[in-house]
């Protein structure tokens, strides 16, 4: 299941989603204005 959550702090109006890998823990992260996604990333979070 995808559980998007707003990030906090300098990272704000940022939106993740988390990936659960067996190694490391990675996220998707983007902004969303006007029904477009921006800034989308992939990165490891540890």
């Known amino acids: 299941m995808l559980r998007p959550h707003p990030l ?3 990272r704000k109006g ?4 988390d990936i659960l890998g067996k190694t490391h823990p ?3 992260v ?3 204005n006007s029904g477009k996604f921006l800034d989308v990333k992939i990165e490891n979070y540890h």
Do not use: V
């Not at 940022?14 to 989603?17: F, G």
């Open 8 to 10: 906090k702090g300098g």
């Open 14 to 17: 940022e939106i993740a989603i």
């Open 26 to 28: 990675w996220r998707i």
């Open 30 to 32: 983007f902004k969303f």
